[in-house]
């Protein structure tokens, strides 16, 4: 009896030592609290990710639990190093949040929540450049789209491989604009844009445009911004061609006597035993001189009349 009083003995004093050490270990900051984190708390669906877990204490054999919300997912045992946890995200539960737990004999303690956020890649944007040029300078807009992936995407533009602009934030669907000036000279200038959100290693380039320079040939860029206005000069001069032969065409055209349109009547009585069909032409009067003198004083003009056939 009294071995087994003396074991409860020993055993509440081995409780009370935890107890006493893992109040120790509170006021003492032995055991801080862990933290977590990843690379990046953006990602695709389906992507592999990486959860790393610190404690300060490099000295304590400590063990690792990995949370998604109450529900534990993966334990280690580490001392000193940082214990990674490799999960995919693929649904909106696998969003988190997630916490990292550290327990040392019956002292524990908990990281900070953390979450990931699902986002779409950015396509490749397009760059369109408008110029107004003076006799001295040019006036170049650059205007820089995507029209694909999460918001907001940031946006930079290139001459060659030189930044010429600060980062340009967008949150809506709408071109980043950056206006510059430049002197008119003979050299050819390449321009290209960036965009970039919160995917890592995600950026996309624009296909270079080029600029050429102010003198010789235009080249392929004069041609594209001269095109519109050249359409609408080639449909207008068409129009006008068009209008002037019609109007030519009306004032030359005269009837021609005998070959004016005729009316047809038919009748037709019995089926087809008997049919009838009459013909109709215009008479046509002309005046002519008297035959001879005698007749000159007694009569008036004559007139001839044409042939009625039916």
């Known amino acids: 009896?009294?071995?087994?009083?003396?074991?409860?003995?020993?055993?509440s004093l081995s409780v009370q030592k935890a107890a006493l050490d893992c109040e120790r270990v509170r006021k003492t900051n032995e055991l801080p609290s862990p933290s977590l984190h990843s690379e990046t708390d953006t990602v695709r669906r389906g992507q592999n990710v990486s959860l790393s877990c610190l404690q300060q204490n490099k000295s304590l054999e400590i063990t690792y639990f990995l949370f998604r919300g109450d529900k534990r997912l993966q334990t280690q045992d580490g001392k000193g190093e940082p214990v990674t946890f490799n999960l995919t995200v693929s649904e909106a539960h696998d969003l988190g949040p997630y916490k990292c737990k550290v327990q040392v004999a019956?002292?524990?303690?908990?990281?900070?929540?953390?979450?990931?956020t699902f986002a779409d890649p950015v396509t490749a944007p397009v760059l369109n450049i408008s110029v107004i040029q003076t006799k001295t300078d040019?006036?170049?807009?650059?205007?820089?789209?995507?029209?694909?992936?999460?918001?907001?995407?940031?946006?930079?533009?290139?001459?060659?491989?030189?930044?010429?602009?600060?980062?340009?934030?967008?949150?809506?669907?709408?071109?980043?604009?950056?206006?510059?000036?430049?002197?008119?000279?003979?050299e050819v200038k390449e321009y290209r844009c960036k965009a970039k959100n919160r995917l890592p290693d995600h950026a996309k380039y624009s296909k270079p445009v080029t600029i050429p320079s102010t003198g010789g040939d235009c080249g392929p860029f004069c041609l594209q911004l001269l095109l519109p206005g050249l359409l609408l000069v080639l449909i207008i001069i068409i129009l006008v061609l068009a209008f002037w032969m019609l109007r030519k065409y009306?004032?030359?055209?005269?009837?021609?006597?005998?070959?004016?349109?005729?009316?047809?009547?038919?009748?037709?009585?019995?089926?087809?035993?008997?049919?009838?069909?009459?013909?109709?032409?215009?008479?046509?009067?002309?005046?002519?001189?008297?035959?001879d003198q005698e007749n000159s004083n007694n009569s008036k003009d004559g007139y001839v009349y044409s042939e009625l056939v039916l």
């Open 1 to 11: 009896m009294w071995k087994k009083s003396f074991l409860v003995f020993l055993f």
């Open 106 to 116: 019956n002292c524990s303690k908990y990281s900070l929540p953390f979450n990931f």
């Open 138 to 186: 040019r006036y170049i807009t650059l205007r820089c789209i995507s029209f694909n992936g999460s918001l907001p995407i940031n946006y930079i533009f290139f001459e060659k491989n030189i930044t010429i602009s600060p980062v340009i934030s967008k949150d809506v669907r709408k071109p980043a604009e950056f206006n510059i000036t430049k002197s008119n000279t003979a």
């Open 250 to 291: 009306k004032a030359n055209e005269k009837p021609v006597p005998g070959l004016e349109p005729k009316q047809c009547v038919s009748s037709a009585q019995d089926g087809a035993k008997y049919s009838q069909e009459i013909h109709y032409a215009d008479p046509v009067f002309q005046q002519v001189a008297p035959r």
